[in-house]
């Protein structure tokens, strides 16, 4: 691939053990804080995007809309959106996004009742892809949603908010405060009978 990106600093171990084998790239997959601040050229966030283009949804509709930004002035809007924990280390990755779901369906105006489960199959799309390039990509639920319909000029009407997104190489834990950096390691999983139950009528 034509971008890869190294990891900076000093990297957290991945001791995820799946129950059964998988691909690596679903265990490898984690939402780090510590973000490195090395710029992602364009063309590689455009892979990202490319990625998270391909994601399935109903009817196609493609309700996903990505807000990035990796300018220093605009991420500064984009950081004021984030409930202040999240600023503390989102401030260090190159990237901040957003992602909007379109409300209704395109072909016939009526509430697209799937908009925000598709946007999670673009937001995977995307963040398997980054693992892929040595990015890591962390989506958070701890932002202002009325400051994100206003300060990014988005319709409340047409659009609903349904993440933030932090994309970067891995930087250095000490970079993060220590209570954010105590949280700093990939999380487990619930036991495989807990997510997928045989039905028996």
């Not at 639920?141 to 047409?158: F, R, T, V």
């Amino acid at each position: 691939m034509r971008f890869q990106f190294e990891d900076r600093g000093i990297l957290i171990e991945n001791n995820r053990q799946p129950l059964i084998e998988v691909d690596p790239m679903f265990p490898q997959r984690w939402s780090p804080r510590a973000f490195s601040p090395e710029p992602i050229p364009e063309e590689a966030l455009q892979i990202l995007f490319e990625a998270a283009r391909w994601a399935p949804s109903c009817y196609n509709e493609q309700p996903w809309l990505f807000l990035y930004a990796s300018k220093e002035k605009e991420k500064a809007q984009f950081l004021k959106i984030l409930v202040d924990q999240n600023q503390t280390w989102a401030k260090n990755a190159p990237v901040l996004a957003f992602l909007f779901a379109r409300r209704n369906f395109s072909r016939n105006n009526k509430a697209n009742l799937w908009a925000a489960f598709d946007c999670g199959a673009a937001w995977m799309s995307l963040a398997l892809q980054a693992r892929t390039m040595g990015l890591y990509a962390h989506g958070m639920a701890g932002y202002h949603h009325d400051m994100a319909y206003d300060l990014l000029n988005m319709s409340k009407e047409e659009y609903e908010v349904i993440c933030a997104i932090a994309i970067g190489s891995y930087g250095d834990i000490k970079d993060i405060p220590s209570s954010v950096a105590a949280m700093e390691k990939p999380n487990d999983r619930k036991p495989l009978e807990e997510v997928a139950i045989q039905w028996k009528s």
